[in-house]
């Protein structure tokens, strides 16, 4: 796994953008959880063949999910949410100001256990990066229940 190469940093008022460019997902994701940020509209993001990956002061996101996300039929086995996600990821994802949210995955092949991209109270495939199997992750139960705990005043369409 290479280290992600920087490309630029653009400033324009308020925000600020520092952009890298890797390989995969994974190295973006392990890149991205050494850089904390602390100020608002401070973002660093890492474009992927897969996607774009960036960490805010809310934590870490991924802009859209990829398109092999949304081809359940793919799926080799049966992922589960392990973890909570964070507020504001969330947040986002109940009030569909976002397609996804990030939260920690276990393969249900091989039982690693990494961070990714869900959709909101539905089902999505994702990758394991330990054993490559595609895992079907269905977060109706388990988002449901925190977002219930966390009472969101969610739209749902």
């Known amino acids: 796994m290479t ?4 490309i630029e940093k653009i400033s324009q008022p308020p925000y600020t953008y520092e952009i890298y460019q890797a390989d995969s997902a994974e190295s ?15 973002y ?3 474009d992927t063949p897969e996607g774009t990956w960036g960490v805010d002061i809310d934590g870490l996101y991924t802009e859209r999910l990829a ?3 949304l081809d359940i039929a793919s799926a080799e086995c049966e992922g589960r949410v392990c973890g909570m996600p964070s507020v504001a990821s969330l947040q986002y994802a109940a009030n569909g100001v976002t397609d996804n949210l990030v939260v920690h995955i276990e393969c249900g092949k091989c039982k690693h256990q990494w961070q990714d991209g869900v959709r909101f109270k539905d089902v999505v495939v994702v990758r394991c990066p330990g054993c490559k199997a595609l895992n079907k992750v269905d977060t109706s139960p388990h988002i449901g229940e925190i977002a219930g705990m966390l009472q969101f005043n969610v739209s749902m369409g």
């Open 67 to 69: 398109p092999f996300q």
């Open 28 to 42: 973006a994701r392990s890149f991205l959880e050494t850089k904390t940020v602390t100020e608002p509209n401070y």
């Open 44 to 46: 660093v993001k890492v």
């Open 3 to 6: 280290e992600p190469k920087f």
